[in-house]
């Protein structure tokens, strides 16, 4: 068991370190500049801007219409042709960069279609021409012949190696020079074969292109027996970053071209934001107040957790990140609802306790006790329901899920360990 001044302490420092990480970038008038926060945990780099991401409804963006070309594929396949498409699509998007992006599938009679709706993205040329690669990675050798002006000439396909062997390719920097650089990592089957093609490549090109086109052409230096593979020569970052997507991306099983390209400005997404954070507030405002007069003095104990509980919940968002959509916040304001629930359970359980005739102390220590099943099974079968809307739910339909979620798991922290803190230190005052 922790001791009452240990938790309250914790419940310092985790309120300290929420209105640190909740704070804007910048406050001039507090003269306050929050750094990005950059830890290394096991070795891996976290870094989190601490900004909150916003979907597209909020921050603007575009919404693309793909059109897919079954033609080529058997009507029986065609189905799961689609979905192996919207998982492709959705994972190089998240390559590219873009927030919880939304990729959904549409079909009518043989119209296959992908939604995909991309938030803040501002380059969306780019965007489109990752998206619609259908990437089909070769790996070429120099030929013997004069060269030539055709790239598919001077390099002729090297037929037992293909993108299939290769297993990641990873954009980092050299570790000795800083240089940026492409790692590549060959499946074991395709770590045997690169290794014959670099001992009989050494000092020689080996080339990699994309849908018939060069993307690179590095020359072998060395054998590489174990698969793991180093490509340089002046890279850029930008440049690593954009190569290894490429690698990653997988073959589309149907060509795809977009039918139909909106921008959604962002001006709607403000003020759908000023009017949420009225929103919030007012429900806010109407709970504490229903808290005060219904239950005095615990009423203001409970409001003061209930702040607590907001300041955590925000900071929770910006580290994961949460992508945070109308959805999204719908389903915050609701877990704010939620997190007094347990507050009421135990306050009415506390007043039946001092009915019975226990004392004060004696009846707060009972009523957490005792209303704790309840309390219990009503959080697990919301996350219940929490984890089916995101598990067969799509776009604003997770979001909400999630939001809710978190909501309800740090609703639960907080009326267990903080407002029970609370109430312990405020009895013996």
């Not at 991309?118 to 030929?143: H, K, M, P, S, Y």
């Not at 203001?300 to 959509?325: E, G, R």
Request: hydrophobic share 50%; glycine share 8%.
């Amino acid at each position: 068991m922790f001791s009452k001044n240990f938790l309250i302490w914790i419940i310092l420092a985790l309120t300290a370190a929420a209105i640190v990480v909740d704070l804007p970038a910048s406050v001039p008038r507090l003269k306050f500049n929050r750094p990005p926060l950059n830890v290394c945990i096991l070795g891996i780099n976290f870094t989190r801007d601490l900004e909150i991401k916003e979907g597209l409804d909020l921050a603007g963006g575009t919404r693309l219409t793909l059109q897919a070309d079954m033609s080529k594929v058997d009507p029986a396949d065609r189905s799961q042709a689609l979905d192996s498409l919207q998982g492709i699509i959705e994972r190089r998007v998240n390559l590219y960069g873009v927030s919880e992006p939304l990729v959904q599938t549409s079909k009518s009679g043989n119209d296959y279609r992908i939604i995909v709706e991309l938030a803040g993205i501002t380059n969306v040329q780019q965007a489109i021409d990752l998206i619609g690669q259908t990437a089909n990675l070769t790996f070429r050798e120099a030929g013997s012949a004069t060269p030539s002006a055709n790239p598919l000439s001077n390099f002729p396909i090297i037929t037992n190696l293909s993108g299939k062997d290769l297993k990641k390719a990873t954009a980092a920097f050299d570790p000795s020079t800083s240089e940026p650089i492409v790692q590549l990592q060959f499946s074991s089957d395709g770590a045997t074969k690169f290794q014959n093609i670099t001992e009989r490549n050494l000092h020689k090109q080996v080339a990699i292109f994309l849908d018939n086109q060069q993307l690179l052409a590095p020359t072998v230096n060395t054998v590489i027996p174990n698969g793991q593979a180093v490509i340089s020569g002046g890279f850029t970052a930008p440049q690593t970053k954009q190569l290894a997507i490429l690698l990653n991306s997988g073959a589309l099983p149907a060509p795809v071209h977009v039918i139909e390209q909106r921008t959604v400005g962002a001006t709607l997404g403000q003020d759908s934001i000023n009017k949420s954070i009225v929103a919030g507030l007012i429900g806010l405002s109407i709970v504490a107040l229903f808290m005060i007069g219904n239950y005095g003095k615990l009423g203001l104990v409970a409001d003061l957790a209930l702040a607590i509980y907001s300041l955590l919940a925000l900071a929770v968002f910006k580290l994961i990140p949460v992508t945070m959509t109308l959805a999204g916040i719908a389903g915050f304001i609701l877990s704010v609802g939620m997190a007094v629930d347990a507050n009421i359970l135990v306050f009415e359980r506390m007043k039946e306790e001092i009915r019975w005739g226990r004392n004060k102390i004696a009846a707060m220590e009972l009523g957490f006790v005792r209303a704790f099943p309840s309390i219990r099974d009503s959080n697990v079968s919301s996350l219940i329901t929490c984890a089916i809307l995101y598990e067969f739910g799509t776009g604003s339909v997770r979001g909400f899920a999630l939001t809710l979620a978190i909501g309800i798991l740090i609703s639960l922290f907080t009326a267990i360990v903080i407002t029970r803190t609370l109430l312990r230190l405020f009895s013996h005052a």
